[in-house]
């Protein structure tokens, strides 16, 4: 290497803007999203308190200071609509009250001490506001299979009945006491009939009478037409989606990703629809946020939301991204499991969670289309954990190659980091002291 030639380690000590923990550590944030209708925040585990603290930062400034119109989380419809009338002044919850719905697992992944504070505060903001222009906090995913039909049912009882009994006898073939990935596994395979045909059909009617449904109570039947309309979708996708769960990986996770894609875009419309402005702040994974063009999915097929929001919106998106090198996260061991207070062992060497602490820079925003940081092009590797962290096969588990600059607009770094604190708090869990600790008798 020539003497003086710019490397990945000095790249990042230009470029990056240190944090002090201070009301200007978003201001470079701000200026790139000020033109932008919609910013995706990331997070590298879905159990980290940092994470969340700083996204709730970001999301009160966006919403005071930018017009955003609310939050979309990489949460359930049903789940999220509650919340949502809550912080428009709706209903009889109090903040933790508002987040009772989210029961399915990650329970803590929505349901936890942070994302109270968001909300509580969202509830703040919307006082004295008129209705039309109220933020809201809304849902982007899909599980929510049986709970979406009941909803868009629910729905029909209250403005045509005749339709609610034609939905009953459609849905009925969903047969509401089966487990969705039962009902998927058996569809599949040919055990039972697909309900496809039938889920379509719904959503045909309900999107049908949207105009008759709307000649009545202004904004309020506008909300609950647009609720009803979104789950019937959900049906229509998740019925897809766990079909396609017994036919490999890449097909599950692009349906979820392009319904996601589909439900932002609605809400963006809807808030117009509403007298907003149309731009909304997304909570997700860094594997959701980040264009998945420039990480290892791509080989294997996959798209993400990150990718395809740029694709249909170009320079309106900012994607950002946020990765520790080390620290405590809330975590489960297995697929429905409890969450566990869990050690994120030190970042590998041929990581960029390395390459940042190596800095000695602790925390830090870096921009990264600024030229100064082009030799961040060469591609390596990424850490990621989902609702389950295996620390003993963290290599395998948990890392993928990725271009950062490629991927993401901006990244925010910690070297060592927090875990969330769940509102439904487990007998096992004990602050201060991980389940490795715990049990090593630490």
Not at 58 to 64: F, H
Not at 388 to 413: C, M, N, W
Request: hydrophobic share 40%.
């Amino acid at each position: 290497m020539r003497e003086g030639a710019r490397t990945p380690f000095t790249a990042v000590r230009d470029a990056a803007v240190r944090l002090e923990g201070g009301a200007h550590d978003y201001d470079a944030l701000m200026e790139m999203a000020t033109d932008r209708r919609f910013v995706l925040l990331g997070e590298a585990t879905h159990g980290t308190s940092e994470f969340y603290r700083m996204r709730d930062e970001i999301t009160r400034r966006l919403v005071g200071e930018c017009g955003f119109d609310g939050v979309a989380v990489e949460g359930d419809c049903p789940d999220s609509w509650r919340v949502s009338r809550y912080v428009q002044g709706q209903g009889g919850d109090d903040a933790e009250g508002a987040l009772a719905d989210f029961r399915r697992f990650p329970v803590w992944m929505w349901r936890n001490r942070q994302v109270a504070e968001l909300v509580r505060w969202l509830r703040g903001f919307n006082t004295g506001r008129p209705l039309e222009r109220r933020v809201g906090f809304y849902g982007l995913d899909l599980y929510s299979l049986y709970r979406s039909a009941e909803a868009v049912i629910g729905y029909l009882d209250a403005v045509d009945p005749d339709q609610a009994q034609r939905a009953r006898r459609l849905y009925a073939c969903l047969d509401h006491a089966c487990d969705p990935q039962a009902y998927g596994y058996e569809a599949a395979f040919g055990i039972r009939p697909n309900c496809r045909e039938a889920a379509v059909a719904q959503l045909v009617a309900v999107r049908a009478r949207m105009c008759e449904y709307l000649r009545r109570d202004g904004v309020p039947a506008l909300d609950a037409q647009f609720y009803a309309e979104r789950n019937a979708e959900v049906v229509v996708n998740a019925e897809t989606y766990y079909r396609a769960m017994f036919s490999g990986r890449a097909d599950t996770w692009n349906l979820r990703d392009a319904h996601m894609r589909d439900m932002l875009l609605a809400l963006s419309r809807y808030c117009v629809d509403r007298g907003g402005s149309g731009r909304l702040v997304v909570w997700a994974h860094n594997s959701h946020i980040g264009d998945a063009r420039a990480t290892e999915a791509r080989r294997r097929g996959e798209w993400n939301l990150g990718q395809l929001m740029r694709e249909h919106a170009g320079d309106e998106v900012l994607l950002v991204g946020f990765t520790t090198y080390a620290g405590r996260v809330a975590a489960a061991s297995r697929w429905g499991g409890d969450v566990e207070l869990k050690t994120v062992r030190p970042a590998l060497a041929d990581s960029y969670e390395h390459l940042f602490r190596s800095t000695r820079l602790d925390r830090f925003f870096l921009p990264l289309h600024e030229p100064v940081t082009a030799p961040l092009d060469e591609a390596m590797l990424e850490r990621f954990i989902g609702v389950i962290y295996l620390p003993e096969t963290e290599r395998a588990s948990h890392y993928y190659g990725a271009d950062l600059r490629g991927q993401f607009d901006a990244v925010f770094h910690l070297d060592e980091t927090d875990a969330v604190d769940p509102l439904d708090v487990p007998a096992h869990w004990e602050p201060g002291t991980t389940a490795e600790e715990e049990s090593l008798g630490g």
